[in-house]
């Protein structure tokens, strides 16, 4: 559960507003310290309540959402910024990261995904909820931001470990996989130390796993 | 007979709700928005009043608030399947499925039912808030 968080909740529908109120007040450690219909008003609530975290929605303040985001970090860096939106614009969600948003959950995701997310970022971490996480690895979504390398391992991988981590993810063995990529199975096993040793994963498997999760098996 | 209002900006939920609770014995009836729901209880108040949350001009949360000031002790049911989403499905766990109902919840609703249920979970919530 998260760990003292002091929330401020941007959204331009009033019904939206109250219910996340409700339901986050009723989380261990969360305490809502305001909310805010607009741009304007977000940005004075910030400097009013000096909250830990801000989730916040696009809509509330149209076009300039993302402008938003980079100002709240440039006076507030510290300030850690949820969105919590229905646009899954892959452009949008990539400026969204590069203004220095922490964490991003499309609302009709499992309510468990906003849970999750308010304890990552309680915590220092970052927070893209599986939707998101999937068009980010996938390469739909440039998300190099303000430490965005830290959650985004796949983005490290060369061109020749995403093509050995698909055919892992197909299900294709090393020797296979050595023939139809016309190298030697040496070749091969050495890309696939690489690219574990890069995802910290340990086993074939969670390497399988990974590759199913993060959107490599049907591309 | 106990009284049932329905308000739900979808005829064919309200409508499906009706044949329900008629054929349990219930008097029904069926308004399709949350001002239109609101004057017809006034005008003639039910005992369980079943309101969805997400709705064009007055929202369910607005509703309950409305009965809710003049009416301690009516009985109230709020529903709702996350809203928004258009022809898309409705989706029970969604984040916002789960804070329409929050307010709801907040704003006087006894009970919250989420969408899509069964029949048997709306008749089950109706005579869980009469008197027995």
């Known amino acids: 559960m998260p760990r003292n ?5 941007a959204d331009n529908h009033g019904i939206m507003r109250d ?26 609530a910030v400097d009013e309540t000096t909250p830990d975290m ?7 303040c149209a076009t300039t959402g993302t402008d938003l985001i980079g100002q709240i970090k440039k006076r507030r860096p510290e300030l850690r910024i949820l969105v919590l939106t229905f646009h899954k614009e892959d452009y949008l969600i990539e400026a969204a990261l590069r203004a220095g948003a922490d ?51 796949a983005r490290t991988l060369t061109p020749r470990e995403i093509e050995v981590i698909k055919l892992i993810a197909a ?25 574990m040793r890069k995802l910290g994963l340990k086993t074939a498997t969670a390497v399988a796993a990974f590759a199913i999760t993060h959107g490599y098996h049907d591309s | 007979m106990p009284s049932v209002l329905i308000i739900d900006d979808e005829a064919e939920v309200g409508e499906a709700m009706r044949r329900v609770l008629e054929r349990e014995g219930f008097t029904v009836t069926v308004t399709g928005g949350g001002n239109e729901g609101v004057l017809a209880f006034e005008r003639n108040p039910a005992d369980v009043v079943i309101t969805d ?22 009985r109230i ?11 898309l499905a409705y989706e029970p766990e ?8 929050a307010a709801a919840k907040q704003a006087g609703a006894d009970e919250v039912l989420t969408k899509p249920f069964d029949k048997h979970d709306l008749v089950a919530a109706v005579r869980r808030l009469l008197p027995q």
């Open chain 1, 5 to 9: 968080s002091r929330i401020l909740i």
């Open chain 1, 19 to 44: 219910g996340l109120c409700a339901l986050l007040a009723g989380l261990d450690g969360v305490e809502i310290v305001g909310t805010a219909a607009n741009g304007a008003d977000t940005l004075r």
């Open chain 1, 54 to 60: 801000l989730i916040v929605d696009f809509s509330c």
């Open chain 1, 103 to 153: 964490g991003y959950v499309l609302k009709n995701e499992d309510r468990a995904q906003l849970f999750c997310a308010i304890n990552m970022l309680s915590e220092g971490k970052r927070y893209l909820s599986v939707a998101i996480s999937e068009r980010v690895t996938s390469g739909h979504v440039n998300a190099q931001g303000p430490g965005a390398g830290r959650t985004r391992p």
């Open chain 1, 171 to 195: 299900g294709q063995r090393t020797r296979e996989i050595a023939r139809q990529l016309s190298l030697s199975h040496k070749t091969i096993e050495k890309h696939r130390a690489s690219l």
């Open chain 2, 53 to 74: 949350v997400i709705m064009p001009k007055t929202h369910g949360v607005d509703v309950i608030r409305a009965i809710r000031a003049k009416h301690a002790k009516t």
């Open chain 2, 77 to 87: 049911i709020a529903m709702s399947g996350g809203g928004n989403f258009g022809p």
């Open chain 2, 94 to 101: 969604a984040i916002t499925t789960s804070a329409y109902l």
